[in-house]
């Protein structure tokens, strides 16, 4: 282990001073250097190539539980555990941000609040049985981007979004009828959303009504009972928005369309649907 780490750092410093502070001989690393690589040594290298391929392709967006999944699915048989040693020795790791926080829910209203159907059971039987709302933003240099989306619960897809540069009711209701239009739901199906002023307007609960959807709302500042969509806004800014600068709200919104589109509903494996991704998970339940 010892030699390897001269090995790795040799560029760097030569190797008399290495092999002093490591407590071994520099014949014995030179002998080491000399024998012929194990087919271990030959193994773990091809497979840190895999690692590094699959990790590029997903723009650093897969740590090793994903990136396990996806080479067993392209036939490589390797456990979990030695990727997570392969990649923390090469320094592999998902990309990751701090998070700022905006306020986007205003709950101080008198308007009506809906009951809490789901309590934090969030378990869908279908498609279509359950939609899940929220709202985000997105810093641009033109000011805030806002993001309205609708969820499907049991695929996880994103069926329905919005992108403006206001909080007003037209946005999530534009998401909401996106979804509509594109899923064509049964009457039965639960719209959950935080207990915000733009969910428990007038205009949004009219359309909810008008389709026969069911209404259900989060206990007030509980973002833990729409946990979904917070997961999902999470991800898209950890493994998207964090890392870029958009200097436009129109830059953002192209980028934002095709992490969605492009990446979240065809490509991401998701860890609660057994990292498959969402459009792999309605086409099973079809």
Not at 262 to 272: E, I, L
Request: aromatic share 10%; net charge positive; with cysteine.
């Amino acid at each position: 282990m010892r030699f390897r780490f001269i090995e790795d750092r040799c560029a760097d410093y030569p190797v008399r001073i290495l092999c002093d502070v490591l407590g071994v001989s520099p014949a014995g690393y030179y002998a080491w250097r000399s024998r012929p690589e194990s087919r271990r040594s030959v193994a773990n290298r091809d497979l840190v190539d895999d690692i590094k391929r699959v990790h590029c392709d997903t723009h650093g967006r897969y740590g090793s539980p994903r990136i396990h999944v996806e080479l067993k699915a392209q036939g490589r048989g390797v456990s979990r555990g030695r990727i997570e040693r392969l990649m923390r020795h090469h320094g592999i790791r998902a990309i990751m941000a701090r998070p700022s926080r905006v306020r986007t829910t205003d709950s101080r209203h008198d308007l009506p609040i809906a009951p809490n159907l789901l309590k934090r059971n969030f378990i869908a039987a279908a498609p279509n049985r359950i939609w899940l709302a929220d709202i985000t933003y997105v810093e641009t240099d033109q000011g805030w981007l806002y993001l309205a989306a609708v969820m499907d619960l049991y695929s996880r897809r994103i069926v329905g979004w919005a992108m403006e540069d206001h909080l007003r009711t037209e946005l999530p209701l534009a998401a909401l009828k996106m979804a509509i239009a594109a899923q064509r739901p049964g009457a039965s199906l639960i719209h959950h959303s935080d207990r915000g002023v733009q969910y428990a307007s007038a205009d949004y609960r009219k359309t909810v009504r008008s389709v026969g959807f069911q209404a259900s709302m989060s206990r007030k500042a509980d973002c833990y009972d729409n946990a979904p969509m917070e997961s999902f806004f999470h991800t898209l800014k950890t493994e998207l928005v964090y890392h870029r600068h958009y200097a436009t709200r129109a830059e953002a919104k192209r980028d934002i369309f095709a992490y969605i589109e492009g990446f979240y509903n065809r490509t991401r494996r998701h860890s609660a649907i057994g990292y498959i991704s969402p459009i792999e998970m309605e086409l099973k339940a079809a």
